[in-house]
């Protein structure tokens, strides 16, 4: 199986080298390098190729912020995993709105941290319960995210589809709901995002909340 290529930018060596240490018992996980900083992010990236990087937010030199700013035109194709000490719902929601896949809490255990590196490899995003209700709540009256389609052009089993992923459930989950194959439970989502506009699961709740056919809890 081929292995996830990760990479680290976290200022402070004892953390470094403690992922690092746990990262090297994961036979589906190969950390690339770890940097202390942005820039050095930057320059290793010039010369190694990796999947995910895992950002922290507050650096010298180069900050997270400014780190991720550089990354999207330069690497767009490498996905962002934030880190941080703050969960400030508008700083949380301005990631997610550049492009970042996950937001983790710098406290988090390593098992989420798997949970998110994993996820955002195979579906490309993560977001736990917490992050999940900030980004609803602060983009769900945004006028950047206006999904256009007409009220039935979603077929009955893509509704059906859609609500559960209103209500979190994952592919594996939805397909034993349905009684269909994972990979069919793709295809429904593949639909209903070109059918919702959205770009990633998050849109589609925003879609069916803006529509009325599911409500916050």
Not at 96 to 106: E, H, I, M, S, V
Not at 184 to 200: C, W
Request: aromatic share 10%; hydrophobic share 45%.
């Amino acid at each position: 199986m081929k292995k996830i290529k990760i990479a680290i930018a976290e200022d402070h060596k004892i953390v470094r080298e403690g992922y690092a240490a746990l990262f090297e018992q994961e036979d589906s996980i190969d950390l690339v390098f770890a940097a202390e900083d942005g820039q050095v992010a930057l320059d290793q990236l010039k010369h190694e190729k990796i999947d995910i990087l895992l950002l922290d937010i507050n650096m010298p030199n180069l900050n997270g912020t400014e780190t991720f700013d550089i990354l999207k035109v330069e690497f767009p194709e490498i996905k962002v995993i934030m880190l941080s000490m703050y969960y400030d719902n508008l700083f949380i929601s301005e990631f997610f709105t550049k492009g970042a896949r996950a937001y983790l809490d710098k406290n988090c255990s390593f098992e989420t941290m798997l949970e998110a590196i994993f996820s955002v490899h195979n579906q490309g995003y993560y977001f736990n319960e917490d992050i999940s209700k900030i980004l609803l709540h602060q983009l769900i009256h945004s006028e950047d995210i206006n999904p256009i389609f007409s009220d039935d052009s979603l077929t009955k089993k893509e509704m059906e589809v859609l609500l559960l992923i209103c209500q979190e459930k994952s592919n594996s989950e939805i397909a034993e709901i349905l009684f269909k194959s994972i990979r069919t439970i793709e295809g429904y989502k593949a639909r209903i995002a070109i059918k919702t506009n959205a770009r990633n699961p998050v849109g589609m709740v925003i879609y069916a909340i803006k529509k009325g056919l599911f409500q916050l809890p």
